[in-house]
Each structure stands twice: as structure tokens, then as C-alpha cells.
């Protein structure tokens, strides 16, 4: 929003913790920004990855056939105790005291997402108890940022294009904001970009399907492949890369949001049967998956009014240099850089977003970007739990 649409600005500048566990369910994202009016500043960042078994258990619920309510329940609270727990040792790591906080923004994970589709209601779920969030630390909590932009027909994803409208629009050059989490998405920022201007939707897999078959491959010893090495020993095999890019996904129109729903392990299941009957080592099914994942990216870009002139890599696949080798070429002439070289960290810009977006739902401010969700129109994002200072400093609130 530009300044002047925001009348309540606040005099001092709020500051706010961000909290993001993407669809790779690898750990959760900590950063601390103060923000005032469109100006954020960056106080520091720290990723704590969930233990394998808990990471595990995460997995457990993403399966409709095995997943059961009562897991859900258990694993609602337990991982509003690992967000809180992962903020207080981001604080102290950052050394930004828990008692500076504003508000903190926590995006929750994602166990089921149902964009809208012909004839069919959307819904998500993202789970993450904000009430423990705000009882461990004292400090007011948005969560559930999703399901509002739903409610108001859009996708509920992308929420990110509002904050990389904020940090990254250029005056001179078409930008693109290329996210690869579990899932890839992008944000169009053209020149001078109103918000308005601004398009973005997920462009398709990001690091799931490379991430399944790393650890498939090495018997569960690596949980992704670290630095694309074990993609860069395989080979691409053209036939099976063209059969995986008649994807209908990559086809469909924006706005669109896709998941684990789409590109989880049945996916990959399905991609190793094939490959096996085709003769195709496991390796070299990595290389293609690896070499699918960029060329999907690059697809999306037709969707855009034009070719951008750069385009900024940020989440975890940003730190896959055969991912970002074949992207490189694939969006060849757009010149590719590292978020980092922006003074944003590649795993810090979604939990960046999730603070700012909170600042916004404290404030009364939209968060969604109705032209990049399809909603109907702006909305408030989130629930607010109130925080009531830390245990040892509260008065009875009777
Ligand atoms: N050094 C690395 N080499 C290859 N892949 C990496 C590396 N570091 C992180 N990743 C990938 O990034 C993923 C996590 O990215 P992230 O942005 O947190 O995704 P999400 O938002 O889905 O949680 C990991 O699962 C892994 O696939
Ligand atoms: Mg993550």
C-alpha cells in the first residue's frame, strides 16, 4: 500500500518476529524486522530445523488415507511449542529481547491445501497453536493468514507479493521475486509497479520431488541434495523430461496455488515406477527431476506480460547450484541473482514477509494481493491472539 492509504502509521517504528515452516516441513524460519510505514529493517534471522522424527510426524499428517484427528490435535499444540521455543532461541541468538516485540506473525504449517477449482469450495489448513505462541512468550500473535483470502474466493497463496512489492519493486527494471521452497512460487514486479501491478502464483514443484528422491537415494542419510551434488553425477533424460512437462499444472492459467497434494510422494512414487520401467537409474531420475523443477519455473514466465530483467532466487533451493545452473539457462536473458546479494538472506525473505503481513493485520491493513490470489477483494489477514506479557511480569487479569 503506498504511505499515504495508511493514516494510521504509527510514530515509532513496531517491531515484529516472523515464523515460517514452508511445504518441505524442513524446520522453522525465525526473523526480526522493525517496520515503519513502506521502510523495513532486517535485525537478524536463524533457521532451527524440526529433529527427523519430528519431522517424520509432520509427514504423518500430510497423508489423507493415514492421517488421523487426533494427531492433528496433539501436533496442533506441539508445534505451537516448537514455534515458540524456536523464537526464543532466535531471540537470543539475534539478541533482540522477546520484550521488544510488537507482534509476531506466525504462517504455521501447512498440512492440507484445497485451492477453489470449478465447481468447489477452497480450503486450507495451517496448524501451529497461536495461543501457545503467545502464552511461551507474552507477546500478541497473528496467525492463520490463509484461510481469509479463501473465504474471499482467492487461492490463499501466494500471500508473499504484498512484502516483495515492499522490499524489491525497481523503478527502471522488471523484476521477478523467484521463491523455491517445497513449492515454487514467483512475484511479477514490473517497473514502477503499483500494487496493483503486481502478479503472482505458484509456479509448480520446488525442492519436493528432488527432496524425496536425495533421500531415497541415499537410504535416508540426506534429507534434500546438499548443493545438487548427487544430481549433478546423473544424467537428464530428455524422453522422461518431456513427459513430466505435460503436466496439466503447468498449463493451467494464474492465479493457482498448488502442494503436497499435487506433488507429494504419490508423485514421485509415480515418477520412479516410470523411470524404473524405462530403465532409468535413480540418479539420473534426480538429474531430470532436478532439470524439471527449473524448466517448470521457467514455463510460468510465459504467463507474465513480459521477460523480466532479473530475476531474485530466495528459499532453500536458491542454495542448489545445479537448480539454479539450469535456471540460469532456462531464463536466459533475465540476469539470475541470489536474494543475499540484496541484503535479504534466501531463507529469511518468507518468515520477512510473515512479520510484515502481521504488522499489517495489527494495524487493520490488507494483506492479500487480490490480483496475484484471484480474491474477490482486499482482506485483513489472520486471527489475533492478545499477548499478555511474559508469566513472571503479569498481574492477575482478573
Ligand atoms: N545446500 C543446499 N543444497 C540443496 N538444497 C538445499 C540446500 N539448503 C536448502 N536446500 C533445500 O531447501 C529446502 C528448504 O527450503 P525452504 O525455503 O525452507 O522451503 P519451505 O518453505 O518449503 O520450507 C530443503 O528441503 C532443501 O531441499
Ligand atoms: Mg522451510
New binding site residues.
Partial sequence: MPKRTTPNKPPRPLRAAGL???????GV?VAFVDVRGRRVRLLGHLDVPYTPAFRRRVFELFDPATSRVDAICRMNFQLGEIFAGALNAAAKHCRVPLASLDVIGSHGQTIYHCPPARGRAGSTLQIGEPAVIAERTGVTTVADFRPADVAAGGQGAPLVPLADWLLFAHRARHRVVQ?????ANLTWLPARAGLADVLAFDTGP??MI??RLASLITRGRL??????LLAAQGRVCPKLLAHLLRHPFLRQRPPKSTGRETFGLPFTDALLARSKAMGISPLDTLATATAFTAASIARAYRFLPSWPAEVILC???A??PTLVSHLGRELSPARVVLMDTLGIPA?AK?SVSFALLAVRTLLGQSGNVPSATGARHHVVLGKIVAGAGLPSNRQSLG
Fill in positions: 515460517m515452516s514452508g511445504t518441505s516441513a524442513d524460519s521463491n523455491i521452497g517445497g513449492i520446488g525442492n528432488l527432496d534429507a534434500y541434495d546438499r548443493d545438487g528459499g532453500g533451493g542454495r542448489n531463507e518468507e
